[in-house]
Every structure is written in C-alpha cells, then in structure tokens.
C-alpha cells in the first residue's frame, strides 16, 4: 500500500540524542510505539543542534542505507550534532565517505577483512581464547569486560594490523576514551585542554585521536622500511585515484579501524555472556543439542546490536513513509529499534540461541557501508562461543552490568560473573 506523503511531522517521545535517555536501558518501548505509529519520527534538540529524523522502522532503514545517491554520510556518522565542511573534512575516516570515495577506499583493505584472510586467524584466536578460558573456568567470581570479553578483540586487532601486544592497552584505553566521552568514567584530563572547536576538527571530536595517530605514524614508517602480511601494510602500500593515501586520510582510517575493530565486538560478546546468564535454559539447549554455532553468533549480534544508530544526511528532499524529508535534514537510523522489529523477527524480546529467520541488522542496514570487519567479529563470537561449549556448563550473574552512557554504543562498561565448570 503507497502511504500519501504528508506535511504533519510525528515526533519522538524522547531525545534519543541525550545519552542519559539510554544509560539505563535501550528505550525499547519508544522505540516499539515508534515502529507502530511513526517509523520516520521527528527527534527535536534544544541544546543548539538542529534536530534529526529517526528511522525506527526495519523497511526504511534498509531503504536509507541502501540508497547513498539520496542519503550521504559525508556530514557524519556516528554524532547527531551539526559539523561545517571543515569540520567534517578533518574528521572524515571510511565510514563518512560515500561512493565512489568509500568504494575505492574500503578496496584498499577489502582483502585484509575477506573470509580467506580472516580464516588464517582462527587457531591464533583459538590458542588466546582457550588460554583465557582456562584461567577463568570455575575460578570463582571474575570481572568479565576486563579478564575476557576486552581481550579477545584486542590481541585479534593487533594481530590484524600489526600491532605489538605491548601496545593493545593503548588500543583499548583510546577506543573507550573516543567512544565514551559522554560517560563520566570515562573522563580525560587532555580533553579539557581543547577548546570546543579544537575538539570539533578531530575524529571522534577526541584529542585520545592524536595519540592513536602518533602510533599510526610510527607503524607507517616502519612499514615503508619493513613491509609485512598485515593491514597497515595494505593502508601504506594503497592507492585511490592512483595515488598513494595522504597522511590525513591513512591516519583516519587507521584510527577508525583501531575503535571499530575493538569496541563492536567486546560489547557483543559482554551482552551475550549476560543473555547466557539470563537464559540458562538456551545455553543447556545449546551444549546439549549440539546447536549451531553460527545461528548463536547470529542471535547475540541481533540482541547486542552494538551500534545505536548511524547516520546521514537527505541531499534533497525525498519522502520516507509517508514523511517529507528535507534536503540537509539529518537521519539517524536505529539499528537497535530495527533488530527488534515484530514482522521480522519471531517474539523478538526473547533471545533464542539457535534463531534461523534471524536477518539482523547489527552489521548494518546493507548497502556499501555493510560492517568491513564482519568476518572478524563472527569467527571470535564463534570461537567464543564453541569452547565454552566443551568448559562451562553455566553462566552465572553475580553482578548487575554496568552500562556504558552512550546515544551511540550499546557498550557494557564491566559485569561480575562466575563460570561453572563443566564436569
């Protein structure tokens, strides 16, 4: 049925821009009225920024991210706020790039991420998983972010681009700093030392990115010097336009992959141990019956869903739903109301280990910007996955989690458990 377009403007219940408004929890039940009575709903800001359309509806955000000749990510990503050109210019990385650009960037590295590469990786992934599971299995009460679910992605990052493991705890460190800057644990001292502006010309709007730039340089160096089989080599030896990248543009994207490589995947591994815990029923089913690995890895990717939203940018006025959308109005499509979606998944408020009509969106609504690393974040989930199998019979909650503050990430800052040894 073609929905007239209209010139009524449904709004949002909440400001899905303050972070405060999912500290505690996903606003799910906004978000479930929202897919019922306005899948394209107007978000209104009263602290200066221009407010934005938020997509809700599981349709729609595949329209808007499939569709990049009519919705642009060049203006931003992963923020709501409002960037001029040069702002947006200086904090451009892979994800705020449309095609051709992106297309020819993301070619750079696409072999890197392919399932051949990735395959290499996983008895690497295996050894450090099994070494981690063997110090933590029926050891007593542990917390979990810190020993496990930070560690896995870390050292798999490291190995990916070539990073020393002396180095990962800087990863780490400057990945929640640029992803938790709303968070008050997560406070830098540095931060204070930037004015607004200065924060607004660097990627992530975080000066922790200089300090991963000055790593990125170090490793473009050594490997002009001492080529290697890993993906700085592939950023410094990478062309676009038959040219090599300036060094504003690899050390954006070396930047970019330090933060999606490690923060996406840790907090999907930590909300899925939770749901382990929650759901001791699934993971008996689960080691009993033998299930399928790849449906757990899909359902905890649906139920995590590690990204809020992301968004873009109308470049001219195009109806969605019904709603006139304006030339430069901002849409932010919410991954996290789309993975709950009634029509598309079976009672979606449960989480079902072996889910087979699971067409998730937690890599993305589809289109050009589908996640580059999502071969890596499923080999580890499932590796993860596998060899709790044959070690731990149950996943108790000892500890409520610790959410982080984020609009953006679906992040679990740190979760007290104990897993019980299987006998």
Known sequence: MTIAPTTHRPTTALDLSDAGNWHAAVPRAEFARLRREAPVAWNERYDGH??????????????????????????????????????????????????????????????????????????????????????????????????????????????????????????????????????????????????????????????????????????ADDRRRAPRDDIVTLLVQGEVDQRPLNAEEFLNYFLMLVVAGNETTRHTMSHLLVALAENPGEWARFRRDRLNPRLAVGEALRWATPVHFVRRVAVAPVELAGTMIAAGDKVAMYFASANRAEAWFDEPDAFRIDRARNPHMAFGGGGPHFCLGNFVAQLQLRVLLEEMATRVAAVELVGKPSRLRSNHVNGVKSVELRLHAAS
């Open 50 to 219: 221009r407010g934005f359309w938020a997509v809700s509806g599981y349709e729609e955000i595949g329209l808007v991210s499939r569709d990049t000749a009519r919705f642009s990510s060049r203006e931003g990503v992963i923020s709501l706020d409002d960037f001029d050109n040069a702002q947006s210019d200086a904090r451009r990385t892979l994800l705020e790039m449309d095609p051709p650009q992106h297309t020819a960037m993301r070619q750079i590295t696409a072999a890197g991420f392919g399932p051949k590469a990735i395959s290499r990786l996983e008895a690497d992934v295996r050894r450090r998983t099994i070494a981690l599971l063997d110090q933590l299995v029926g050891a007593g009460p542990f917390e979990a972010v810190s020993a496990l679910t930070k560690q896995i992605p870390i050292v798999t990052l490291c190995s990916i681009l070539g990073v020393d493991d002396r180095r990962r705890d800087d990863l780490v460190r400057w990945s929640d700093l640029l992803i938790g800057s709303d968070d008050p644990d997560f406070v830098d001292p540095a931060y204070s030392h930037f004015t607004l502006e200065e924060r607004r010309m660097l990627p992530f709007g975080h000066p922790a990115s200089l300090d991963a730039f000055a790593l990125g340089r170090e490793l």
